[in-house]
């Protein structure tokens, strides 16, 4: 039997389409990994309590957008008075190595393994045909450009490993095989602590292809 929570709230969203909690549920919706009923969960939890969870919740999202911003030269977050960001002017990162990212979500990752010390460029997304996202819409001029002004000598393509990263990497190589530029991907091998009858069959094909000599 459903909670009288979540009668209440089908009930106002049913009736009354464009009430304000119906649009905060569709907006909650479209969030990574968010669904619409957990959406309407959030949005029904969040409209009990508008002195409380509502109100922080609300200034927060103030401060995030008066606050942080994506940097305007590789991509990343960054607060709205360091322009460019701390990864773009630290004078301790090999400024001759850029590591491509698709998303920005994916520098703090990268920089929490300790492995990489140069610096980043995030094309905002991957060519894909079934969201309709193109060359053109990817920061890929913005790269190029860079790679001229800065001198990187590798770029690093630290790609997702499904099919459209894969035409995205593969894109990303052409047309940077007629600069000087080295151009590498991070290796494909098997996850550290698991053993070999665990590894679905891409995962260990590529970590054949890509073994690598002991001496």
Same mark, same amino acid.
């Given at each position: 039997?459903r909670?009288?929570?979540?009668?209440?709230y089908?009930r106002v969203v049913?009736t009354s389409?464009?009430e304000p909690l119906a649009?905060l549920a569709?907006?909650?919706?479209r969030?990574?990994?968010v669904?619409?009923?957990?959406a309407?969960?959030?949005a029904?939890k969040l409209?009990?309590e508008p002195?409380g969870?509502?109100k922080?919740?609300a200034?927060?999202?103030?401060?995030v957008?008066?606050?942080v911003r994506?940097c305007?030269r590789?991509?990343?977050?960054?607060?709205a008075?360091q322009e460019?960001?701390r990864?773009?002017t630290?004078?301790g990162?090999?400024?001759?190595?850029?590591?491509?990212v698709?998303d920005?979500?994916?520098?703090?990752?990268i920089?929490k393994?300790? @492995?990489?010390r140069?610096r $980043?460029?995030?094309l905002?997304g991957?060519?894909? #045909?079934?969201? =309709?996202?193109? +060359?053109e819409?990817?920061?890929i001029?913005?790269l190029?450009?860079?790679?001229?002004?800065?001198?990187?000598?590798e770029v690093?393509?630290a790609l997702?490993t499904?099919?459209?990263?894969?035409?995205t990497?593969?894109?990303?190589a052409r047309?940077?095989?007629?600069?000087?530029?080295?151009?590498?991907?991070l290796?494909?091998?098997?996850?550290? @602590?698991?053993g070999i009858? $665990?590894?679905d069959?891409?995962t260990l094909?590529? #970590?054949?292809? =890509?073994?690598? +000599?002991?001496a």
């Amino acid at each position: 039997m459903r909670a009288p929570m979540e009668r209440e709230y089908e009930r106002v969203v049913k009736t009354s389409p464009n009430e304000p909690l119906a649009e905060l549920a569709a907006c909650l919706s479209r969030l990574p990994g968010v669904g619409s009923r957990s959406a309407e969960r959030m949005a029904l939890k969040l409209a009990r309590e508008p002195d409380g969870l509502l109100k922080r919740l609300a200034a927060a999202l103030k401060s995030v957008g008066e606050t942080v911003r994506c940097c305007t030269r590789c991509g990343s977050l960054t607060s709205a008075g360091q322009e460019p960001c701390r990864l773009c002017t630290d004078p301790g990162r090999d400024g001759a190595v850029v590591c491509v990212v698709e998303d920005p979500n994916d520098i703090p990752t990268i920089e929490k393994s300790g @492995g990489f010390r140069g610096r $980043y460029h995030a094309l905002m997304g991957r060519i894909s #045909a079934m969201q =309709g996202t193109g +060359p053109e819409d990817l920061e890929i001029r913005k790269l190029l450009k860079r790679i001229e002004e800065e001198g990187f000598r590798e770029v690093i393509l630290a790609l997702n490993t499904n099919t459209e990263s894969d035409a995205t990497a593969a894109m990303l190589a052409r047309l940077l095989a007629a600069r000087n530029v080295r151009v590498t991907r991070l290796a494909f091998g098997l996850p550290a @602590g698991s053993g070999i009858a $665990y590894v679905d069959p891409v995962t260990l094909e590529r #970590a054949i292809r =890509g073994r690598q +000599p002991l001496a």
